[in-house]
Structure formats: structure tokens, C-alpha cells
């Protein structure tokens, strides 16, 4: 996004791929098992880590990795990327296709998108433009200065079900207002014959990048007034 009159901006963008099972092992994840296997260098990691039998926790400069017995979660930014953008979706695949047997049941792919006002609007202005306005007898109590507007959306978007929640958010260290367009894209695998959900999830992992383009144009014409 740029700014050019009725666009909004972009402040902040988060991307997750969080695959879940009925039970996840951390206890295998450890540096050695990391670097042994071409995930994460051992050189690599940074701040606070964890390796134990309940969770392992790890990070980089680029990803956080959380991993427990429900799922495994990898958090990175998207928002002026430093670095391989590559090694989020290298890593979950990597896992997968390390990891067959264990009992996968879903793969989500997430955006989050933190998106200001243009220019030439102030937030509360925007908020009630862009959600706030229309016939529905709900918003006549909501007519006060200090309403703000979300939306929900939801819909199949290939073989994933996309789910769009636009919400006012405080966010940034100075707590700015802002809108938080969050797309989450769900597969869920528990049909899928057991021995062919790693491939298939990899075949899923692989689609981020488009479904990233998708999410952002969303949020382009979605924040648009």
C-alpha cells in the first residue's frame, strides 16, 4: 500500500502457519535435531529458547517458533523483511516431511494486517466510513463519538475456508489506533488418508505466497474508502 489520497497504509504486517494434531512430540525438537536436519542453525537462534518434553520454543531473527502437544506455531513479520523470507514456510515443510506419521489434522495460514487512516482522515472519521455506515438498526446505537466499527467475513477460497476479521485494535508502542485485518486461511486434513496428509500439507504450505498476494489485495481494497 502507498499512500496516495483515499488509500490507507500499512503499518505492520504478521504472517503464522500454524499446523495442528492430536498430539505433536516437542520433545524432538532440540538444536542438534535442528541443525542436523537443515532447519535452523544452532548459530542462528536467538534470545530465549526451550527445549523440553512439553514445549520447545525457539527464534531467530526472522521466525518464532512455538511448539506444543495441540500444534506447532511459527510467527513472522511481513511488514520490510530482513533476511530469507523463504525460511518460514522451509521450516514447516522440513518438519512435515521429517515428521510423517504424526497425526496432522489442520494447517492454518495467517495474516494479520495493521492498516492507519489516510492522510487526510482521522481514525474515528475512517472507522465509521469504511464500517460503520449503512441501515442496520444496530449502528443507530452506536451513533456517539466514541463508537468503533468491525466486520466478519467468511467464505471457501479454494480448498482452504477464509476467514476475515476486521476489528480496532490499540497497537505499536504508542498504542496508535488502528484497523487489524486478519486473514486466517484453514485447511483442514483430518479426511485425508493418514499416510498422504504430509504430502498434502506440503502441497498446502507451498500455496502461502499466493495466498498472501490474495490477503494483501484484500486488505488494499478493503481498506480503500
Not at 17 to 22: C, D, G
Not at 71 to 90: A, N, T
Request: hydrophobic residues 40%.
Amino acid at each position: 500500500m502507498t499512500d496516495n489520497g483515499d488509500m490507507s497504509l500499512v503499518e505492520n504486517a504478521i504472517s503464522g502457519i500454524v499446523l495442528t494434531a492430536q498430539t505433536f512430540n516437542p520433545s524432538i525438537f532440540t538444536e542438534t535435531w535442528l541443525e542436523q536436519n537443515d532447519i535452523i542453525h544452532a548459530d542462528d537462534l536467538v534470545g530465549l529458547r526451550i527445549f523440553s518434553p512439553d514445549v520447545a520454543q525457539f527464534q531467530t531473527s526472522e521466525v518464532q517458533v512455538l511448539v506444543i502437544p495441540p500444534k506447532m506455531q511459527i510467527k513472522f513479520s511481513i511488514h520490510e523483511v530482513v533476511g530469507d523470507p523463504e525460511l518460514p514456510r522451509k521450516i514447516a515443510a522440513q518438519t512435515v516431511k521429517l515428521l510423517p506419521h504424526t497425526p496432522y489434522q489442520a494447517l492454518g495460514l495467517n495474516f494479520d494486517y495493521f492498516v492507519a487512516p489516510p492522510a487526510d482522515h482521522d481514525f474515528v472519521t475512517y472507522n465509521r466510513a469504511l464500517l460503520g455506515s449503512g441501515d442496520y438498526n444496530l449502528l443507530q446505537e452506536f451513533a456517539s463519538q466514541d463508537a468503533k466499527f468491525g466486520r466478519y467475513f467468511s467464505k471457501d477460497h479454494g480448498e482452504a475456508r477464509l476467514r476475515l476479521d476486521i476489528k480496532p485494535v490499540k497497537a505499536g508502542p504508542d498504542k496508535k489506533d488502528l484497523l487489524q485485518f486478519s486473514c486466517n486461511f484453514h485447511h483442514d486434513v483430518a479426511g485425508v488418508d493418514p499416510s498422504e496428509r504430509g504430502e498434502k500439507l506440503i502441497e498446502l504450505i507451498d500455496t502461502w505466497a499466493s495466498l498472501r498476494q490474495y490477503a494483501q489485495r484484500l486488505v488494499d481494497f478493503g481498506g480503500e474508502l
